[in-house]
């Protein structure tokens, strides 16, 4: 995020998304300003709000993947709502307030995953003697004393040992054994903790549907067990799972959880982006009253304060919503952004609206991206060593079927694709194990041969493309 200039962060972009100039180029410049808020003194960068965002336009433009694509290139904190899950207090359902909660569960995932990543070296060499001391038991044991693992299990040569400085170099030997992988089906027995041998929370009835009985339920979790701590029992399993299980337990030892909890709130606070999709669900259209429009206005009203900066109570401290970027889409059919509440409005200031894709578009997304979906069926496939290839004229026709097959049913934007993508190749997948080995190529009469029957009967085309 900082070394990225919004040029740069377009490019990236590029390598993920076809088309959409105009919201890439709006995207990029918000994730700059939040670069640019950081250099500021601190009594200006607190009066510098994030420009929030509404992206308007059809299913499978991309949308979602311009936010999400966004977010990792910031290495931000960032989470997806759908605003159909949502209502307002007092009804049955969840409360927006959880939305920041769950960025906040997201954002500590992150920081500790690195830094499990930072103690990595410290946590193996701890893990790696633990799992040595299983596998011979320690010099001041006696020979005939239980130990964790036999040492009858260990080669020949590591026969046990008069000294304590054979004991040294035996385990040395071990270790040797150890990183070779060569003690990886060896069973030895260790201590493991016991999920639920604490106490179990009863669940209340109804109160699944209670706002904010999710948090309410966690937090319940936490405190009983402070209060009742889980259970340790012995099991025997191979020397791989257990390093990995020792491993897992050492980080975790070396990690400072608080720290990693003031580092994610920070996170959140000053870089975490939300995006909310389909907001046009609970837009209320001009030409319909009454109904189910108040609880969407309830819910309109219950954003205002998210959006505009509040302070959202979590299991992990409070958290402000200030300077959070908001990202809002929706496809906007029956509904307009003006039917949204004017001060919901007011508090996305940037509006871009995506273009729907055509056939030169389709083609592109065949075959630019580094994800495209050619690629992903060519890797899959080469998994059971059938090599299979596509033509030009192959490539054109596919995105010729997507074009025709958005314009006589739903337009589904990208998404045909994979439908007409999986319907092609529907029979070489199911046969790929019996034909490994051979080379295929699919050219446009392949492609006519599996799809022109299916386009050409619309009613067949809606329940299959």
């Given at each position: 995020m900082h070394a990225l200039t919004p040029r740069q962060i377009v490019a990236e972009l590029d390598k993920f998304i076809i088309g959409q100039e105009h919201a890439k180029r709006m995207v990029a410049i918000a994730l700059r300003n939040r670069w640019r808020r950081q250099q500021l003194p601190p009594a200006l960068r607190e009066e510098v709000a994030p420009k929030n965002i509404i992206m308007i336009g059809p299913t499978g433009v991309g949308k979602t993947e311009i936010a999400r694509r966004l977010a990792r290139l910031a290495g931000a904190p960032f989470f997806k709502v759908d605003a159909t899950k949502f209502t307002e207090v007092g009804y049955v359902g969840r409360d927006v307030e959880s939305m920041v909660r769950d960025l906040m569960e997201f954002g500590v995932a992150m920081v500790r995953k690195e830094e499990q990543e930072r103690v990595q070296g410290k946590a193996a060499a701890a893990a790696e003697e633990r799992l040595l001391d299983l596998l011979l038991p320690p010099g001041s044991r006696g020979m005939d004393s239980p130990s964790p693992a036999s040492i009858n299990d260990v080669p020949a040569f590591a026969a046990p040992p008069a000294q304590s400085g054979d004991m040294s170099s035996t385990r040395e030997k071990l270790r040797d054994l150890l990183h070779k992988g060569l003690l990886d089906d060896r069973d030895v027995e260790m201590e493991i903790s016991v999920s639920g041998g604490g106490m179990e929370i009863m669940s209340i009835p109804g109160?699944?549907?209670?706002?904010?009985?999710?948090?309410?339920?966690?937090?319940?979790?936490?405190?009983?067990?402070?209060?009742?701590?889980?259970?340790?029992?012995?099991?025997?399993?191979?020397?791989?799972?257990?390093?990995?299980?020792?491993?897992?337990?050492?980080?975790?030892?070396?990690?400072?959880?608080?720290?990693?909890?003031?580092?994610?709130?920070?996170?959140?606070e000053e870089s975490g982006i939300l995006f909310i999709d389909e907001i046009d669900k609970i837009a209320s259209s001009s030409h319909s009253k009454g109904g189910p429009d108040v609880s969407r206005e309830g819910v309109q009203r219950d954003l205002l304060p998210i959006v505009e900066g509040t302070v959202v109570h979590t299991k992990y401290g409070h958290v402000r919503t200030d300077h959070i970027l908001f990202i809002a889409a929706g496809a906007f059919h029956s509904a307009k952004p003006s039917d949204l509440a004017p001060e919901l409005q007011g508090r996305f200031p940037l509006?871009?609206?995506?273009?729907?894709?055509?056939?030169?578009?389709?083609?592109?997304?065949?075959?630019?991206?580094?994800?495209?979906?050619?690629?992903?069926?060519?890797?899959?496939?080469?998994?059971?060593?059938?090599?299979?290839?596509?033509?030009?004229?192959?490539?054109?026709?596919?995105?010729?079927?997507?074009?025709?097959?958005?314009?006589?049913?739903?337009?589904?934007?990208?998404?045909?694709?994979y439908t007409i993508l999986e319907h092609l190749l529907a029979d070489l997948s199911f046969e790929a194990p019996e034909r490994a080995g051979e080379v295929i190529v699919i050219d446009?009469?392949?492609?006519?041969?599996?799809?022109?029957d299916v386009l050409e009967d619309r009613d067949l085309a809606r329940y299959i493309l």
């Open positions: 109160m699944q549907n209670m706002p904010g009985a999710e948090d309410m339920q966690s937090q319940f979790k936490d405190i009983f067990s402070k209060v009742f701590p889980p259970k340790r029992k012995r099991k025997k399993m191979k020397v791989k799972e257990a390093w990995e299980l020792l491993l897992q337990e050492e980080a975790d030892r070396l990690i400072d959880m608080d720290k990693v909890t003031d580092i994610a709130k920070e996170r959140v509006r871009v609206e995506l273009s729907p894709l055509g056939q030169h578009e389709f083609y592109r997304i065949l075959t630019e991206p580094e994800n495209a979906l050619t690629k992903q069926y060519t890797a899959l496939l080469e998994t059971e060593r059938v090599r299979i290839s596509f033509t030009e004229d192959a490539l054109q026709e596919l995105a010729a079927c997507a074009q025709r097959a958005n314009e006589e049913t739903e337009n589904i934007g990208a998404r045909r694709l446009r009469d392949t492609v006519r041969g599996k799809l022109t």
